[in-house]
């Protein structure tokens, strides 16, 4: 089992990275200073329905062990279930020094989170991610829920005690989970670490290869790119914005679709296939956007789905947190492993993606 040690300025925690951290669970939570006083487990149901029976037996203690289960899929970020929750806390009679474990993908990460964030002004909490892309969203403390008119735009910075990653979880996830959860990875890799990028373009040819030792490597390394970035910048003042690479039109597409539709790491990579090609166009440089392309397909990436409005995209980018006053701030790729933040001209963005569109849907 490898230990990550992640260090952000509020908090110091470590990650739990192999086929079995669950035996890490009940020496974490014994270790925990208060003692914990009950245990509030929040999952989904395709995920409670396979792991919650495992994750409560680990906790190996006579503590109370309560659960809350909600459906499946992005749309389930949402305020009602946040308020569910929070009445479910006050019914099992949480206190402030009971602890939130969210198990699940990014969806419950950032549910969960953003409950023990302000239950009673914030409880701890410990990530159990059972997702590939959750790599990405159970380290570095952004918890949040969606509003209809706009994804995470509720929330708060709130650090885990530990995160547990039993990549053994990961063997019932579909594929397009496992698609989606590399769109973060290739992220990380493309905003970091070239190293990494070249290493997946040729040891990963297709996302079944992501698996054992593999697995692992990338893993480890993808985590380190998120845990070098938030331990440098955590609530998100200077470069923990790189981490937005491809997500303010993947942002956009997710919003116009409606949640859910298409997955985070699908409308991220499309995202990314922009902002690439947006690079292109402010750098006045040859990136291979067309190489991106082909390598992003042959892992089996969507296309942009035909038929948007490309002026709805734009007001949608508008609304996104990165815009400051209007003006559209986009995470740009100087060249693989650097970007940097640059605000765009409301003509070159609506230029780049009517070309944009254009080539997605003619290739
Ligand atoms: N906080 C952050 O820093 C951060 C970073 C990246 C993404 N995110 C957020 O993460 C979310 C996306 O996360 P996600 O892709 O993990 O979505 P998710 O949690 O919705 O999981 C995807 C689907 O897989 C199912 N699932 C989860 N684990 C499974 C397993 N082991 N076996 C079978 N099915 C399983 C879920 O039930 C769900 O249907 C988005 O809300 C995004 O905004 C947050
Ligand atoms: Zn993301």
Same mark, same amino acid.
């Given at each position: 089992?490898?230990?990550?040690?992640?260090?952000?300025?509020?908090?110091?925690?470590?990650?739990?990275?192999?086929?079995?951290?669950?035996?890490?669970?009940?020496?974490?939570?014994?270790?925990?200073?208060?003692?914990?006083?009950?245990?509030?487990?929040?999952?989904?149901?395709?995920?409670?329905?396979? /792991?919650?029976?495992?994750? #409560?037996? &680990?906790?190996?203690?006579? @503590?109370?062990?309560? *659960?809350? %289960?909600?459906?499946? =899929?992005?749309?389930?970020?949402?305020?009602?279930? /946040?308020?569910?929750?929070? #009445?479910? &806390?006050?019914?099992?009679? @949480?206190?402030?020094? *009971?602890? %939130?474990?969210?198990? =699940?993908?990014?969806?419950?990460?950032?549910?969960?989170?953003?409950?023990?964030? #302000?239950?009673?002004?914030?409880?701890?909490?410990?990530?159990?991610?059972?997702?590939?892309?959750?790599?990405?969203?159970?380290?570095?403390?952004?918890?949040?829920?969606?509003?209809?008119?706009?994804?995470?735009?509720?929330?708060?910075?709130?650090?885990?005690?530990?995160?547990?990653?039993?990549?053994?979880?990961?063997?019932?996830?579909?594929?397009?989970?496992?698609?989606?959860?590399?769109?973060?990875?290739?992220?990380?890799?493309?905003?970091?670490?070239?190293?990494?990028?070249?290493?997946?373009?040729?040891?990963?040819?297709?996302?079944?290869?992501?698996?054992?030792?593999?697995?692992?490597?990338?893993?480890?390394?993808?985590?380190?790119?998120?845990?070098?970035?938030?331990?440098?910048?955590?609530?998100?003042?200077?470069?923990?914005?790189?981490?937005?690479?491809?997500?303010?039109l993947?942002?956009a597409?997710?919003?116009?679709?409606?949640?859910?539709?298409?997955?985070?790491?699908?409308?991220?990579?499309?995202?990314?296939?922009y902002?690439?090609l947006l690079?292109?166009r402010?750098?006045?440089?040859?990136?291979?956007?067309?190489?991106?392309?082909?390598?992003?397909?042959?892992?089996?990436?969507?296309?942009?789905?035909?038929?948007?409005s490309a002026d709805r995209l734009i007001e949608?980018m508008k609304?996104?947190?990165?815009?400051?006053?209007?003006?559209i701030?986009m995470?740009?790729?100087?060249?693989?492993?650097?970007?940097?933040?640059?605000?765009v001209s409301d003509e070159l963005i609506a230029s780049t993606l009517e070309e944009f569109m254009d080539?997605?849907?003619?290739?």
């Open positions: 089992m490898k230990s990550v040690h992640i260090a952000t300025k509020s908090k110091q925690y470590p990650l739990y990275l192999g086929q079995n951290t669950l035996t890490k669970l009940e020496e974490t939570v014994a270790a925990m200073k208060p003692a914990v006083s009950s245990v509030l487990i929040i999952s989904d149901e395709a995920v409670a329905s396979r /792991y919650l029976d495992d994750v #409560t037996n &680990a906790i190996h203690s006579d @503590l109370s062990v309560y *659960s809350f %289960v909600v459906p499946s =899929g992005e749309k389930e970020k949402s305020f009602e279930n /946040y308020y569910k929750a929070q #009445t479910r &806390a006050l019914e099992i009679g @949480l206190d402030r020094h *009971s602890l %939130v474990i969210a198990l =699940g993908g990014g969806m419950i990460g950032d549910l969960a989170g953003f409950v023990a964030a #302000t239950f009673m002004r914030g409880i701890r909490f410990i990530q159990i991610p059972t997702t590939l892309l959750a790599h990405d969203s159970a380290v570095g403390g952004k918890v949040a829920v969606n509003h209809p008119l706009g994804k995470n735009m509720i929330g708060a910075f709130h650090q885990p005690e530990a995160v547990l990653y039993n990549i053994s979880f990961l063997d019932s996830l579909p594929v397009y989970e496992w698609r989606s959860g590399f769109a973060e990875m290739l992220k990380h890799a493309l905003i970091w670490d070239a190293e990494l990028y070249a290493w997946l373009r040729n040891e990963v040819c297709t996302l079944e290869d992501l698996r054992g030792d593999k697995l692992i490597y990338a893993l480890d390394q993808a985590i380190g790119v998120k845990a070098a970035v938030v331990s440098q910048d955590e609530t998100e003042k200077g470069i923990r914005a790189y981490l937005n690479f491809g997500h303010t993947g942002h597409i997710e919003a116009e679709l409606g949640y859910g539709t298409v997955t985070h790491g699908d409308a991220v990579a499309i995202g990314m296939l902002a690439i690079s292109e402010v750098y006045h440089k040859d990136l291979q956007y067309k190489s991106f392309v082909q390598t992003f397909r042959a892992y089996g990436f969507p296309k942009l789905p035909a038929g948007l949608l609304k996104d947190k990165k815009a400051n006053s209007g003006v701030r995470v740009l790729m100087k060249e693989i492993g650097e970007v940097e933040v640059v605000p080539r997605e849907w003619s290739l």
